[in-house]
């Protein structure tokens, strides 16, 4: 049972946009910067947004981020079927001590 | 541009040591806080801890009775050891540079399977 929510798959047409949610709480997504990634079985989790809403070089702004009190989403835009991946958000969560916790994933289907 | 590599042996046996190492590359081991992740099988990403580059470690709660990190600023690397493991350890192993911000920079992944 993961300490943030992400719902398991979400799907969508190519061209199309699509919204994935990371539900947490206070002691984490509440008060701490929210990261999403984007992996592909066999390669190496990729860093699309950090900071809650920064891009790093050469993500594409068809993939945007945001944070509203405890829960963050990602928005794809122009859906391809390359963006076929898991995708999990992550964040600090300070409960306890400073951990690290990632979202369960969502699986994305483009159509 | 940093880059980080995973080492180690892909086969364990159960109730052994899972012992990796992670060489980073191209930048310093300052200010960063270098971690272990895994992805099992049909699961997902699984935080296993890290090491500040002050020396202070931070486990998993689920895995700290079996988990250490450790670090050798020398050779800039540092490694992993799982004791006691058992065929739910068997996953790609990931390290990485973990910051305020998020994990900017990961290794490639290397798998580890728990067998006999």
């Known amino acids: 049972q993961s300490v943030l929510t992400q719902p398991p798959s979400v799907s969508a047409a190519p061209g199309q946009k699509v919204t994935i949610s990371c539900a947490g709480s206070r002691s984490n997504i509440g008060s701490n910067y929210v990261s999403w990634y984007q992996h592909v079985q066999g390669t190496a989790p990729k860093v699309l947004i950090y900071e809650n809403n920064k891009r790093p070089s050469g993500i594409p702004d068809r993939f945007s981020g945001s944070k509203s009190g405890t829960s963050a989403t990602l928005d794809i835009t122009g859906l391809q079927t390359g963006d076929e991946a898991d995708y999990y958000c992550g964040t600090w969560d300070s409960s306890l001590s400073a951990d690290w916790v990632f979202g369960g994933g969502t699986k994305l289907t483009v159509l | 541009q940093v880059q980080l590599q995973e080492s180690g042996p892909g086969l364990v046996k159960p109730s052994e040591t899972l012992s990796l190492t992670c060489t980073v590359s191209?930048?310093?081991?300052?200010?960063?806080?270098w971690s272990w992740i895994r992805h099992p099988p049909g699961k997902g990403l699984e935080w296993i801890g890290y090491?500040?580059?002050?020396?202070?470690?931070n486990y998993n709660p689920s895995l700290k009775n079996r988990v250490t990190i450790s670090l050798d600023p020398s050779k800039i690397q540092f490694s992993l050891r799982l004791s006691s493991v058992t065929a739910a350890d068997t996953a790609v192993y990931y390290c990485a540079r973990l910051a305020a911000g998020g994990i900017g920079h990961w290794g490639q992944g290397t798998r580890v399977a728990v067998s006999s």
């Open positions: 090491i500040y580059y002050t020396g202070s470690t």
């Open positions: 191209g930048g310093s081991i300052s200010s960063y806080y």
